[in-house]
Antibody
């Protein structure tokens, strides 16, 4: 059974950093790209970024709203993907989800099938 | 960025009704579109991928169609457990983007 479990969320003051983890199981982790999404309270879904599989370069892409502040990395030996969030702002407050991308075609990462349950990040003074 | 315009934003229907949600992309995304169902407090659940493919285990009353810029999502016979918010999601171009969601309620 495919499972993704996020951790690391919590309350943080503006300007500080936080690192989220997403631990995967039930599939060949290294073969898949991984996405991060977020959802602010009462709002819709927003794509944050993804990391390609090592086979496809292990490179990353980000939404403009987080580029330069957030970074995604992966440890295939542990089946974990990370979201490092620096310079957090109040509008980064959201539930953060990791999700498996079901396919990659060249540099293109396709949609997400399995999602974690999410972890809440609250940025407040 | 490709804007995804989803309509309606909310919808009230009766059990057994046919329900349709539309999603229009600001640019051609071919068939690189998914539909998700989200129940409050839960993670999104994939229902349809590549515009018209039913995800494994999803009931056949759910369907999707479209190509290019116009897409539709249909529930052929609404069931009480279908009460949720539905989102379209394009992954044909970076950044990946979502429609604003359609909140579905039982009349």
């Amino acid at each position: 059974e495919v499972q993704l479990v996020e951790s690391g969320g919590g309350l943080v003051t503006p300007g500080r950093s936080l690192r989220l983890s997403c631990t995967a199981s039930g599939f060949s982790f290294g073969d898949f790209a991984l996405n991060w999404f977020r959802q602010a309270p009462g709002k819709g879904l927003e794509w944050v970024g993804f990391i390609r599989s090592k086979t496809h370069g292990g490179t990353t892409e980000y939404a403009a709203s987080v580029k330069g502040r957030f970074s995604i990395s992966r440890d295939d030996s542990k089946s974990i993907v990370y979201l490092q969030m620096n310079g957090l702002q109040t509008d980064d407050t959201a539930v953060y989800y990791c999700a498996r991308a079901w396919g990659q075609v060249g540099a293109m990462v396709r949609g997400s099938d399995y999602w974690g349950q999410g972890t809440l990040v609250t940025v407040s003074s | 960025d490709i804007q995804m315009t989803q309509s309606p934003s909310s919808l009230s229907a009766s059990v057994g009704d046919r329900v349709t949600i539309a999603c229009q992309a600001g640019q051609d995304i071919r068939n690189f579109l998914s539909w998700f169902q989200q129940i409050p407090g839960k993670a999104p659940k994939l229902l349809i991928y590549d515009a018209s493919n039913l995800e494994t285990g999803v009931p056949s009353r759910f369907s999707g169609s479209g190509y290019g810029t116009h897409f539709t999502f249909t529930i052929s016979s609404l069931q009480p457990e279908d009460i949720a918010t539905y989102y379209c999601h394009q992954y044909g171009s970076l950044p990946h983007t979502f429609g604003q969601g359609t909140k579905l309620e039982i009349k």
